[in-house]
């Protein structure tokens, strides 16, 4: 007995010295990671309280000084948080990570279903709170027109007579007879099924939890249980997944519909004479391709290589006819989508967005960098890999784990098809729209989440084998979790206080007709603060009307005091106000006799 305690008094020292020594390295950590937090926010002050500008291309010099700050001061802050909490919580991380590989069935679905109901609250959060759950892109507004069209049965509506025609003339929609939104009928048509209840802004939220859902299904099939649960836990904390979803903009669908392509593709793989994977791939790239061509064609290419090279090596009859079914389900949407256009432009080649250049004389490059090829290319390689690495978690080092995720072969696909996106943009020089990250490719956030897992696992194992791995693998594990602190604590409220000044704007007139307690009114557009009022908006126009015209209040082009007496005379029960700005002020008054 007296030997024994001996040993535990003789212990006792070494594990208080240790602990003072971690308790020491904390308080260090947390004093630097403070200070360097300290210094971004207060940076702010001589840096126009990093003001985010909308509406325009290209950088502003505030987005520049936080972006700068971040990456410096933020990256040191998040190395130093992970390092307290792998001190503190180390242990717990290591247990949780290893038992991750083996989750029962039960703890799989509670898990994913938390997932998902996270991802929705943050999703439906962000709507309410951040964009006041209003459109933030004119892009927005045609979605929902096309969708209410699709819902009333038609698919697309008769122009207003040639005298009063033009009132309804507006962002991107067509209006020559046939009245139209220009973009592709995929998403549309999935918004139409909340349009036939009034709730179209609803669908996305409800698309985000479907592609937690498959993406951990998705996550499983290539890289494993424990990158699929990893990949669980960060789609809700992916900035640029949620963010994007609050929005009615067809990124959430297209992401659906690869990931369910993906899914299908893998499948084929590991069973190439199972016709209903061949299905279910044609579905999904069909409804990817039908909502967004550029960038599900670019995702696919080297997917559609791979799957063709499998059945060459198979060379079962049962693998051949799955093909054919794949290409036949393929051959029948574009034929569909050639049928679709022909009833709208009148040309089976022609779509509505081709169809608007011609009209209007859009510049279908806008905004990019005036300079011969291939610097235009190289500029949006560059300036696509910076926003991504701030707007994929709204970490300083956001695509850090995604080089090292698992070499397999599908994952070598994911990689490259996501890569590939981005790059088929980068190659038009098409400059992107920064509302809610690079808005062009935003469909790639659910697979640079599950890379970022895979990488995660790998570089943990990696660490394992270092000396002291097993310390440095814990830092590994943590450093997620600073990350997601620095996002909480520095990216969202930076982005935050512009979103929101942002979404006032966009909301602006909506709010001046409520305040006003107009109906039955028409309200005749001369200008919006989109373009006048900081920090601006990506909505330069008025919202579109319903396809009944039923409307409580009417808002229309302002195209003349003359005119616009005209179209009262058409509605003798509306009232006519004019809305536009005067000196900075958008104000509305009524039509005067």
């Not at 130093?80 to 919580?89: D, E, G, K, P």
């Not at 989508?337 to 169809?355: P, V």
Request: net charge positive; charged share 15%.
């Amino acid at each position: 007995m007296a030997l024994e305690f001996g040993e535990r008094v003789y212990a006792s020292p070494r594990a208080e010295a240790r602990a003072a020594t971690s308790m020491r390295q904390m308080l260090l950590a947390t004093f630097v990671a403070g200070l360097c937090l300290a210094v971004i926010h207060v940076s702010a002050l001589a840096n126009g309280y990093y003001q985010i500008y909308y509406g325009r291309f290209g950088w502003g010099l505030p987005e520049v000084a936080f972006l700068l700050h971040y990456l410096l001061f933020g990256g040191v802050a998040a190395g130093c948080l992970a390092w307290v909490v792998s001190l503190r919580v180390g242990d717990g991380l290591a247990t949780t990570f290893d038992r991750l590989e083996a989750l029962s069935q039960r703890a799989a679905l509670v898990m994913v279903g938390a997932a998902a109901a996270a991802t929705f609250s943050a999703v439906t959060l962000s709507r309410y709170g951040l964009l006041r759950n209003t459109a933030i892109t004119d892009d927005e507004n045609a979605y929902v027109f096309m969708a209410r069209v699709f819902a009333s049965g038609r698919l697309y509506l008769v122009s207003m007579p040639d005298e009063i025609r033009h009132f309804f003339d507006n962002q991107f929609i067509i209006n020559d007879g046939k009245w139209y939104g220009i973009y592709f009928p995929g998403h549309p048509l999935v918004l139409a099924l909340g349009a036939l209840f009034g709730a179209e802004r609803w669908v996305p939220s409800l698309v985000a939890v479907l592609t937690v859902l498959m993406g951990f299904l998705v996550a499983r099939r290539i890289f494993g249980a424990r990158a699929a649960a990893i990949a669980t836990i960060l789609f809700p904390v992916t900035v640029y997944l949620v963010l994007p979803s609050a929005t009615l903009l067809a990124h959430s669908t297209a992401a659906l519909a690869l990931l369910t392509f993906v899914y299908g593709a893998v499948r084929i793989g590991e069973t190439p004479e199972s016709l209903r994977w061949w299905i279910v791939a044609a579905v999904g790239l069909a409804w990817a391709g039908v909502t967004r061509p550029l960038g599900p064609t670019a995702f696919a290419i080297p997917w559609l290589g791979w799957l063709v090279m499998g059945v060459g090596r198979d060379r079962r009859p049962r693998a051949w006819t799955g093909l054919v079914l794949f290409c036949a389900i393929g051959l029948t949407s574009v034929v569909l989508f050639c049928g679709y256009n022909h009833a709208l432009t009148g040309d089976a080649f022609e779509t509505g967005y081709q169809r608007s250049v011609e009209l209007n004389k859009h510049a279908l490059l806008a905004g990019r960098l005036p300079a011969p090829w291939p610097l235009p290319t190289i500029y949006e390689v560059g300036h696509t890999l910076l926003r991504l690495n701030f707007w994929e978690f709204g970490w300083p080092l956001s695509l850090l784990f995604v080089p090292f995720f698992r070499r397999t072969a599908p994952g070598i696909l994911l990689a490259v098809g996501s890569c590939a996106v981005p790059l088929a943009y980068a190659v038009l020089g098409m400059t992107n729209v920064y509302a809610l990250g690079p808005t062009h490719y935003a469909e790639i956030a659910v697979f640079l989440a599950i890379l970022s897992a895979s990488g995660l696992e790998e570089l943990v194992k990696a660490a394992r084998r270092w000396p002291a791995g097993e310390r440095w693998a814990r830092v590994v594990m943590a450093v997620p979790v600073g990350s997601v602190l620095c996002m909480v604590l520095v990216f969202l409220p930076i982005h935050a206080a512009s979103l929101r000044q942002m979404s006032l704007i966009a909301r602006a007139p909506y709010d001046l007709v409520e305040e006003a307690g107009l109906d039955q009114a028409i309200v005749f557009v001369d200008s919006l603060p989109a373009l006048q009022v900081f920090p601006g908006a990506w909505v330069y126009f008025h919202r579109n009307p319903r396809p009944d015209l039923l409307d409580p209040v009417l808002f229309v082009r302002d195209l003349g005091p003359d005119r616009d007496a005209q179209l009262m005379r058409v509605f003798p029960d509306r009232k006519g106000y004019v809305m536009g700005m005067r000196e900075g002020r958008l104000t509305i008054v009524p039509v005067r006799p």
